[in-house]
């Protein structure tokens, strides 16, 4: 690590593994919410945070290899993820019309 | 300045993600999430993806977390109640977490070691019209199938949202 | 060195036209509705009620800020800013004009050019919805959560057709840069047709004119979409709890989104800066002569005044006018201001369709203006993109 910081060069501009580190720790924070929090749209937010994560080092390797493939896939990440959002708030309505809660805790009807 | 403005929205973006996970009511997560998009989307711009970085905050930021605002506005959530976790999982989550990360880190920097530098301006083919060059080419039927997709989530929260027909 | 300074003074020039130019448009508006409705208007604060603007301003300034108990207060101080800044920055990057040489610099008017400038206007109007909603949900008040509800439901529903129009005019410019797309417009079919989207290309882009301008009034949350904002119905709406500056910060970011979608629309439908007929026609002198006609009707009505004041204040108006006649006609000059007038004259029109329309329609129903947006707009936006697609495909 300690190398690492000192071989930079502040005219050659930032390291990719910045960008895949910064984007490592979004992920984490994501996941750490995803566990942590039991409001379920505070999870699928967390579950948003996780794909804006991965969609940042998606475009980090497309800078690293001078190719636009990277930024499809993003592409597809994004709409993918409105499609998502769009089930799963529906989902998520109507499951507050039948249970009156968000809890996730809460909601475990197939256990018992 | 690269380095500047890398570090700078960085730091935006940890702890605007940091707010996501700590903060106890929904909309300040929402709009949490929503400062981590917007700064990601300057990230994006500095990588040469001036297509996306609009596009990410049309599609996530304008579309997806107002969605996301006017579900809990109309669900009128309040705050999280706390309690309800074990004593070791809060003891152990943060050091667990911050110990995950660290080693991601450092699998990364040691895996990745001379992976190239980023620099604003250096890779111009972000431009929509590249971006819609490989998509119409490379890329179509992926992209038809995602419209496939689309049109089912339509359908699918038409029928999980529409009232009783009874 | 250089581009910062000249950005810097572009900044401030920009940044003070804009805010007089705002609390402007809503004199302009009173006066006009006021005329509409057979009344006078605002008529005490100055000449014509010229100053009332100023007047406003220093009574919003020392009102009281009244914060709501039980408000979420980041929340409640953190909305009018967030809207209002949204709705400014949208400004940076319209271009008003040609480009010109000033003491040897060559200076745009434009802050700056993005390469994606249509997206970034999108991107930012599309932001501008957190203002609102925030505000409604903050103030702790069913009315205004009424009303940030009805809002950010009728922006995602207006944006798609919105979007849809822009997209119809970018496929005959084929470019994101809102420049370019003004450069691909200059020209004339037959010698007098003008080459404006709304009248060339292989679709004349009419149809996709008129859904944006329906979709902008429903994004700038105008009558008759202004239902956040309902008076009798919701109060007030969203900024009911607001009071001070921070309801003036509302006023400014809906009369700012107007000045913005007034501008995209001149820029990406009618032409931008290029004018209505050929220079050989003799454009050039349109602006000088509707100037100095002004300045006539002014002096004649100061020389047989109807009210006492106006013996005074007329010949002061008309010797306004004149002046800007003469700065127009100035050989030097035309080939900046000129522009820069057709591009103004053009704004100004659509942001008096807008007060027009507000005098003139009432209010829509909220289930009607849901099924407006859903089963006629978006289909409509969506046939005229694939006619306009299929006509540009076949053309090239």
């Known amino acids: 690590m300690a190398e690492a910081m000192q071989s930079i060069n502040l005219q050659a501009g930032v390291p990719i593994s910045w960008y895949l580190v910064l984007s490592a720790v979004l992920f984490s924070l994501g996941v750490a919410g995803f566990l942590f929090r039991k409001s379920i749209i505070t999870v699928f937010m967390c579950i948003e945070l996780m794909l804006n994560a991965v969609n940042l080092s998606f475009v980090a390797f497309a800078n690293q290899h001078k190719q636009v493939s990277g930024h499809i896939f993003t592409f597809f990440v994004m709409v993918v993820a409105a499609a998502e959002a769009a089930v799963g708030l529906a989902i998520i309505l109507t499951v507050f019309k039948n249970r009156e809660t968000l809890n996730i805790d809460e909601i475990n009807s197939l256990k018992n | 300045m690269d380095f500047l403005f890398f570090f700078l929205f960085a730091f935006i973006a940890v702890a605007c993600a940091v707010s996501v996970v700590v903060q106890k009511h929904p909309i300040a997560s929402a709009l949490s999430l929503v400062g981590v998009m917007a700064s990601i989307a300057v990230l994006y711009l500095q990588l040469g993806a001036e297509f996306l970085a609009m596009a990410q905050i049309i599609v996530y930021a304008g579309a997806v977390m107002v969605l996301f605002i006017f579900v809990i506005m109309l669900l009128n959530a309040g705050a999280e109640s706390r309690s309800g976790r074990s004593y070791a999982a809060q003891l152990m989550g943060p050091p667990l977490l911050v110990a995950l990360m660290a080693s991601l880190g450092f699998a990364i920097m040691r895996g990745f070691p001379g992976g190239g530098t980023v620099k604003f301006d250096s890779f111009q083919g972000g431009t929509a019209q590249n971006i819609g060059y490989a998509l119409f080419t490379d890329y179509l039927l992926p992209f038809e199938v995602t419209s496939v997709l689309i049109l089912v989530a339509i359908l699918g929260a038409i029928v999980l949202a529409r009232k009783e027909m009874d | ?396």
């Open chain 3, 1 to 396: 060195m250089e581009f910062i300074i000249i950005t810097l003074i572009k900044l401030a020039v920009i940044a003070f036209v804009l805010l007089t130019a705002l609390a402007y448009i809503q004199w302009v508006e009173r006066k006009v509705i006021a005329h509409v409705q057979v009344r006078m208007g605002p008529s005490r604060v100055g000449p014509h009620g010229l100053l009332q603007p100023l007047a406003d301003v220093v009574k919003l300034i020392t009102k009281e800020g009244v914060m709501p108990p039980h408000a979420n207060k980041f929340f409640y101080l953190a909305a009018p800013i967030l809207a209002v800044f949204m709705a400014l920055i949208s400004i940076s990057v319209i271009p008003f004009g040609t480009e010109f040489t000033v003491l040897g610099h060559r200076v745009m008017m434009q802050l700056t050019d993005l390469n994606v400038g249509v997206l970034f206007i999108l991107a930012v109007s599309s932001m501008g919805v957190y203002g609102i909603a925030l505000a409604g949900w903050a103030s702790n008040n069913k009315y205004s959560l009424l009303g940030g509800l009805r809002s950010s439901a009728q922006m995602i529903s207006y944006e798609l057709p919105m979007s849809l129009a822009l997209a119809a005019p970018l496929l005959i410019a084929g470019t994101l840069s809102l420049r370019g797309i003004v450069d691909s417009q200059a020209g004339y079919n037959l010698g007098f047709i003008p080459k404006w989207a709304i009248f060339t290309g292989p679709f004349p882009q009419i149809f996709s004119f008129i859904i944006f301008m329906i979709a902008a009034f429903a994004e700038t949350n105008r009558i008759p979409f202004d239902l956040p904002e309902a008076e009798n119905e919701l109060v007030a709406g969203f900024h009911v709890e607001y009071s001070s500056m921070s309801f003036a910060a509302f006023f400014m970011a809906e009369y700012s989104n107007m000045v913005t979608v007034c501008s995209v629309a001149t820029l990406l439908f009618l032409g931008g800066w290029h004018p209505l007929w050929p220079e050989s026609m003799g454009s050039n002198f349109a602006a000088p002569l509707i100037l100095a006609g002004a300045g006539a009707i002014c002096l004649y009505h100061g020389l047989n005044p109807a009210r006492p004041f106006d013996r005074f204040t007329l010949p002061a108006f008309a010797v306004i006018f004149f002046g800007l006649a003469g700065l127009m006609a100035f050989p030097p000059l035309v080939p900046v201001l000129t522009p820069l007038f057709w591009f103004l004259a053009k704004l100004s029109f659509l942001l008096f369709v807008f007060i027009w329309i507000r005098a003139t329609l009432p209010r829509f129903r909220y289930d009607q203006l849901m099924s407006f947006a859903w089963k006629f707009l978006f289909p409509a936006a969506l046939l005229n993109l694939l006619v306009t697609g299929f006509l540009v495909a076949l053309v090239s």
